[in-house]
Structure formats: C-alpha cells, structure tokens
C-alpha cells in the first residue's frame, strides 16, 4: 500500500472495541477536480463517481491499483448532472442526480444507463441545493434507501423503496420516509451505506462553518434499521473523524462526501471540488480514509 498514514483510536460502539483509521493514497490522477461524491464497492473493488463528468472509477481495494473508467453516455442524462451517491444491487449501479432529482441505472453487463422512476413520489422536488444526496440498498430485503441531505426544517430525510426486476430492469415503490433532527443548519447528512453486520444504516455527518475550518467537523452516525418505519428515528454516532481529517486539510480535499461499509472497514472518500467545474483540471487530492472495524 503506498503512502499509509495509520492512527489508532479506542471507540466502544456497536460492539466495536477498537478501530483503526488509515489514510490511503489514491492513484496520482485523483487530483484533478473529479468532485468524488459517491462510493459504493463489492467483494474486490471499490466504485467511485465524479460528479460531472459521467466518470465512474474502479480501484482495487487491495492495492487501489486502477482498473477500469466506466464512461457513461452523457446523452442518455439530463443537463447539468451532478451525480452524489452511488450504489450497487446484484449487475446494476445505481446513481442519483442532485441538481434533476433523479435516479439513474447502469447495466453492468449491457452497459445500458436507463432513468428509474419511482412509483409513489416524485423525486424532481428535491433537486437543488438541498436534494438527495446518498443511496444504499439493503439486497438481502430488496429494499433502496435514498438520503435527502437536509430539509427546511433542518432534517436529514430518508426515503425507502421496495425494489424488483421485470425484464433485465428495476422497478422501485415507496414505502415510508424517516426523519433525522439535527441540532442547527450547520449540520447535514452527506453519504449512506449499509452495516449488514449490525443491521444499520450508516449516515455520513457534516458540520460546516465557511471560512473556519477548525470548526468544521465529520462524524458517522448509526440507525438501525429496524427503527426506519417510523416517522421519527433516532441516530447515534459511531465515531467521529473530525480531528484526522482537520490533520490533513492540506495535503488532501477535506469535503467528505462518499461512504462505503463492508464486512470489515468502512471507507470514505472527499469531493475535491474548487470551483473549476472541470474535471481535466488540477485540485486538490481526493482523500480516501478506511476505518477497519475489527
């Protein structure tokens, strides 16, 4: 593994007694302005999507040598794409759209990118600044989860859907929302993934001051997922992130935005936007940091 920064910090959370963060080094062209906002993985990859350009990139997660570019056809997606989270379900990608509010499904196998339409809500009113934001699906009960970051009234919302196939295609329906209070509207959800091994869901957290960085803060949150039928669930966090991430707020993006949980890490990733909205220009250093949870 190259350049392998690695802290130990004690945490007792789910069952977890101590835990391990390394900051690993991505290849040398993740600093360009990819905006790196979703990341999902399998048994021997991890998946990683810049936000504009139509990129997925796929990496070892041994090594996190290089392997693939998925390029996705730009005329098969509306203007202005941003795309902010990222899941897989069985050959499939799953892809959300911030700026249109929509969800989107690329064949892993035909390579076809299609736009799902949810059956029981309409997604298109959550685009803009405040839109959806993560995506995780639960494959053992077939059910999607969709993460809109924050609302007027300062809630993370979780949306669920039940998910089927009808001819090599997924069919979604609603099935209940979740809401998550926050303290004040510094803070937001940013990334989701599933903890099958502790039957959560695990919510990236943001706390943002502009301009004071030292009071910015990442943490991730906990919520079983037996509790998401109710209007109102309860999160707690599992650990914070905060001070490893201020450590390297100058050697790396710190914008963490991407979050992928498997049998034995979680990892996140940080969208190394500046501006430029152009992903063949020099940024900043996407960061990737694994949590070992054993």
Not at 135 to 154: G, P, Q, T
Not at 209 to 220: A, C, M, N, Y
Not at 260 to 287: A, L, P, R
Request: charged share 30%.
């Amino acid at each position: 593994m190259k350049n392998l920064i690695i802290l130990v910090i004690g945490i007792i959370s789910l069952g977890l007694n101590a835990q391990q963060i390394q900051f690993l080094d991505l290849p040398s062209f993740f600093d360009r302005e990819f905006e790196i906002s979703g990341l999902t993985g399998n048994e021997k990859n991890l998946f990683l999507a810049a936000e504009r350009c139509a990129k997925i990139f796929v990496i070892k997660k041994e090594d996190l040598t290089h392997i693939e570019t998925i390029r996705l056809n730009i005329d098969d997606m509306p203007n202005g794409v941003e795309i902010e989270g990222l899941s897989l379900f069985k050959d499939f990608l799953l892809l959300i759209d911030e700026k249109n509010g929509k969800i989107f499904s690329f064949n892993l196998k035909t390579e076809k990118l299609i736009t799902l339409k949810p059956n029981g809500i309409d997604l298109s009113l959550f685009k803009g600044r405040y839109g959806i934001e993560g995506i995780a699906v639960d494959e053992e009960s077939k059910v999607l989860y969709l993460l809109r970051e924050k609302n007027e009234k300062l809630q993370s919302e979780i949306h669920a859907f039940s998910m089927s196939e009808k001819d090599g295609s997924l069919n979604l329906n609603y099935r209940n929302q979740t809401l998550v209070q926050h303290k004040d509207e510094k803070w937001r959800y940013t990334g989701l993934s599933i903890d099958y091994e502790n039957n959560t869901l695990l919510c990236l957290k943001s706390y943002y001051v502009k301009g004071q960085p030292h009071l910015d803060k990442t943490e991730i949150d906990h919520i079983s997922i037996d509790s998401l039928s109710n209007k109102n669930s309860k999160s707690n966090m599992l650990l914070s992130l905060t001070k490893e991430v201020y450590f390297m707020r100058n050697s790396f993006a710190t914008n963490i935005e991407g979050i992928y949980s498997d049998n034995e890490s979680i990892f996140v990733t940080s969208d190394n936007g500046e501006g430029k909205k152009d992903c063949s220009q020099k940024s900043m250093k996407t960061i990737m940091i694994r949590v070992k949870k054993h």
